[in-house]
Structure formats: C-alpha cells, structure tokens
Nanobody, 129 residues
C-alpha cells in the first residue's frame, strides 16, 4: 500500500525559510515523478514542484522559481522554501505520479493535465508576521 507522509509545516515570517519533507513507502518503480502541490484558502490546488526519479529532472511553477528547491534521497522528497511570501500560505501536499509522460512533458501532472496517483494528507504552511 502506497503511503506519503508530509512533515515540516508551520508558521514563518515573510522572508523566512522552511523545509518540507515527505517520506514515501509501498512503491518501487523505475520511473516516477514525486513532488508538491499546495492549496490556498478559497483557491484550487496547484502544482508547485516535482522531481523525476530516473534522472533528477525538476519542475517549478513560475510563482516559486528561484525561491523553492526540490530534492530527493531514497524514499524521501524535500521542498526547501526560502524568501517566503504571504501568498505561499496554504496546505502543501506531497503527491506521486507512478507513470509520468515520456519526453519533455513528464511534469504534466503538476501543470494540471493529469491527476497524481497518490496524495499525502497535507501539512499547513502559514507565512505571516
């Protein structure tokens, strides 16, 4: 049974940093994409960042480029968030795509074309002074 468990959320001041962690279990695939979505109050869930297991390719939403960094190690995936803004507030979800598209569109799940196969339970991030 696949499980994704997030941790690391909390309250941080604008301009601050926070690192989210997600531990995955129950899957063993040659190629998958794993990463983060977020949902702000009153807004739809949006893809933030993901990483491809096979070669470490990464994707970032325009709103977080240059501020967020995704990385992975064995069964863990991390999201280091810096220069945080109030608009980064929301529930952050770890998500797994077990069969990402081939080629340059491998992150299509994070741009909304498909849905992830599995979700974590979410962790709250609040950016406020």
């Amino acid at each position: 049974q696949v499980q994704l468990v997030e941790s690391g959320g909390g309250l941080v001041q604008p301009g601050g940093s926070l690192t989210l962690s997600c531990v995955g279990s129950g899957f063993r695939l040659d190629s998958y994409a794993i990463g983060w979505f977020r949902q702000a109050p009153g807004k739809e869930r949006e893809g933030v960042s993901c990483i491809k297991s096979r070669d470490g390719s990464t994707y970032y939403a325009d709103s977080v480029k240059g501020r967020f960094t995704i990385s992975n190690s064995k069964n863990m995936v991390y999201l280091h968030m810096s220069s945080l803004r109030p608009e980064d507030t929301g529930v952050y979800y770890c998500a797994l795509d077990m069969s990402p598209p081939l080629g340059s569109d491998w992150y299509a799940t994070w741009t909304g074309r498909y849905s992830p196969n599995y979700w974590g339970q979410g962790t709250q991030v609040t950016v406020s002074s």
